[in-house]
């Protein structure tokens, strides 16, 4: 097994990323022939009733998880929430699932993004410089 830290979580939501702030974040790549890796995020607790709805419906969904750097691109899962633990005003969610494609490149994942949520031309070329700046900030 292979372990490394989570800088960044995103969570795949009507084809729009959005930013789960992780107070801390954990990955590990079983290395069974499976495929699975597990993840655990410590997140605050107002996301308890969203990753709880997840949990109580088995529900199958995508996540990007940021690894060890937070210059490294986004590396897109497709889990299921595992538990749910309370630690004081935060909640350590365990997912567990595999990697969605093995060929990850983040340029190709927010460009697809923004033609999702509705930007083309000009707009779509601004938005894409902006948020590509914002990754190499982070």
């Not at 954990?26 to 410590?42: C, H, R, S, V």
Request: hydrophobic content about 40%; overall charge neutral; cysteine-free.
């Amino acid at each position: 097994m292979k372990t490394f830290k989570i800088v960044a979580l995103q969570m795949l939501k009507e084809h729009k990323a959005e930013n789960i702030p992780l107070t801390d974040g954990l990955i590990i790549n079983k290395e069974n022939e499976d495929g699975f890796w597990i993840i655990e995020a410590f997140i605050d607790e107002k996301y308890e009733e969203l990753f709880q709805k997840k949990y109580d419906s088995k529900e199958i969904f995508e996540i990007r998880v940021i690894i060890t750097h937070a210059a490294n691109d986004p590396a897109p899962f497709t889990v299921k929430v595992h538990t749910i633990k309370r630690v004081d005003h935060r909640i350590s969610v365990l997912f567990e699932g595999r990697l969605s494609k093995r060929r990850n490149d983040y340029s190709e994942l927010l460009l697809d993004d923004l033609i999702k949520e509705g930007f083309s031309g000009e707009k779509l070329i601004e938005e894409f410089k902006r948020r590509m700046k914002t990754k190499q900030k982070v």
